[in-house]
Nanobody, 115 residues
């Protein structure tokens, strides 16, 4: 059972930046996929950014050019650098890892962007 712990959320003004980090309890080097999702109140959970198993990165259209996903296999972390934040980025952000074809989620970290 992989444990995922997110950190770095908080309150920021529009135009500001935050960096989210997700720490995994075991090696994610061989993960099938990993990334970040978000869920705003009353909305579904959507993909924000992720690494696929062939090494590519995918970004939601709404965050392209503003968010950057990165990983550190040695530290078992996957981070999300968020720049030029907008009020519509307000959501709970969840880390996701698919390892050995099992789907794991963190408990989420709240990001609030004020206008």
């Amino acid at each position: 059972q992989v444990q995922l712990v997110e950190s770095g959320g908080g309150l920021v003004q529009a135009g500001g930046s935050l960096r989210l980090s997700c720490a995994a309890s075991e090696s994610i080097f061989s993960a099938n996929a990993m990334g970040w999702y978000r869920q705003a109140p009353g909305k579904r959970r959507d993909m924000v950014a992720r690494f696929t198993n062939d090494g590519r990165t995918n970004y939601a259209d709404s965050v392209k050019g503003r968010f950057t996903i990165s990983r550190d296999n040695a530290k078992n972390t996957v981070d999300l650098q968020m720049n030029s934040l907008k009020p519509e980025d307000t959501a709970v952000y969840y880390c996701n890892v698919i390892l050995h074809y099992m789907n794991y989620w963190g408990k989420g970290t709240l990001v609030t962007v004020s206008s």
